[in-house]
């Protein structure tokens, strides 16, 4: 089972938006996509800007295609 690192602050210290959005492709399959976008507007909504921008790079591998292949931009530094 995984466990958390207790100095966590944003999802960016647990995961790669890669990572993440394949996982997400393993539960939500069609819908995984849909579900990176509102997480985004869920952490956006509570002012977590840093997981904001983890859950729009996640989206962004998930609706990219070999032909729109981008950098996924990295969290700001305080």
């Given amino acids: 089972m ?14 790669t938006p890669q990572e ?3 996982t997400f492709r393993e539960i939500y399959g ?3 996509a849909e579900a ?4 985004a507007t869920a952490a956006r909504n509570d002012d977590w800007e840093n997981d904001h921008r ?3 790079a ?5 609706n990219r295609t070999d032909e729109t292949a ?5 969290p700001r530094k305080h």
Avoid at 2 to 15: G, K, M, R
Avoid at 36 to 39: I, L, N, R, S, V
């Fill in 54 to 56: 983890f859950w729009v």
């Fill in 36 to 39: 990176a976008a509102q997480c």
């Fill in 30 to 32: 069609a819908g995984a």
């Fill in 20 to 22: 993440a959005a394949a």
């Fill in 2 to 15: 995984f466990e958390a690192p207790f100095d966590w602050n944003s999802f960016w210290d647990l995961t």
């Fill in 70 to 74: 981008s950098v996924v931009p990295a």
């Fill in 58 to 62: 996640v989206s962004a591998v998930l």
